[in-house]
């Protein structure tokens, strides 16, 4: 088992930042890549953003990319995402996931392979 806690969403004017955070615990947390995930209101949850388990590897949804950076640091337990230039299209719940399954150097983008769910942190952007 993996549990999982998100903070650092808000209320931010487009073109702002955020830093999203997300702290791991239980199952070991350098076992598991690591994926964003956002949902809005009336739509699917969608891939943002995911490591693998070494770091060394990254993707990204193209609606992000240059923009949003996801980073994580085994040693704290932690994996954290940078929303940079925000639009009003980013609000949304935004979800931090672990997929224990994804090989050392692996990031997999697909919502059923995520295996471990946080509760979500709102981010609103304000036009």
């Known amino acids: 088992q993996v549990q999982l806690v998100e903070s650092g969403g808000g209320v931010v004017q487009a073109g702002g930042s955020l830093r999203l955070s997300c702290a791991a615990s239980?199952?070991?947390?350098?076992?598991?890549?690591m994926g964003w995930f956002r949902q809005a209101p009336g739509k699917e949850r969608e891939f943002v953003a995911g490591?693998?388990?070494?770091?060394?590897?990254?993707i990204y949804a193209d609606s992000v990319k240059g923009r949003h950076t996801i980073s994580r640091d085994n040693a704290k337990n932690m994996v954290s995402l940078q929303l940079n230039n925000l639009k009003p299209e980013d609000t949304a719940v935004y979800y931090c996931?672990?997929?224990?399954?994804?090989?050392?150097?692996?990031?997999?983008?697909?919502?059923?392979?995520?295996?471990?769910w946080g509760q979500g942190t709102q981010v609103t952007v304000s036009s």
């Open positions: 996931a672990a997929d224990p399954g994804a090989s050392f150097y692996y990031v997999r983008c697909t919502l059923r392979e995520y295996d471990y």
């Open positions: 239980g199952r070991t947390f350098s076992s598991c890549a």
């Open positions: 490591i693998s388990r070494s770091g060394g590897s990254t």
